[in-house]
């Protein structure tokens, strides 16, 4: 029974993991990479991907602005919400060159993840 178990968990995860990288956007998917790469570090209290990569999310994110929306996501909200993830990442950028306490810029990541997740279900809804 736990093999059996474990095996439904593991083709679960898989299908989670490939349902969240393929969405045939590539600047929205290069943008999703940064964005996991900075984010999930920073809940578990490791700022430091952020610190590091905060100009790279910056530059995804005017990049993904700049591309052209698939047919497919050219939905209600879409490109705004594109417009205001790349003015909030140009802003994450800014305010972590002022090396703000831990605390704040934890919330400011995680209100960076809102509006990407915002992206997303504006994309497939």
């Known amino acids: 029974m736990k093999k ?3 095996a439904l968990l593991l083709l679960g995860l898989a299908q989670l993991s490939f349902a969240q990288k ?8 290069a943008y999703h990479s940064v964005m996991a790469a900075t984010f999930h570090p920073a809940e578990e209290g490791n700022l430091k991907p952020l610190m590091e990569r905060s100009a790279e999310l910056a530059e995804k994110a005017k990049v993904l602005k700049a591309s ?6 050219q939905k ?3 490109k705004t919400s594109i417009k205001l993830l790349a003015k909030e990442s140009k802003a994450i950028d800014k305010f972590v060159k002022t090396k703000p306490a831990d605390a704040e810029l934890t919330k400011a990541i995680t209100s960076l993840h809102d509006r990407f997740h915002q992206v997303m279900e504006e994309c497939m809804h």
């Open 68 to 73: 052209a929306i698939p047919e497919k996501y």
């Open 22 to 29: 393929a969405t045939g956007w590539d600047e929205l998917d």
């Open 4 to 6: 059996y178990f474990f």
């Open 76 to 78: 209600d909200g879409v």
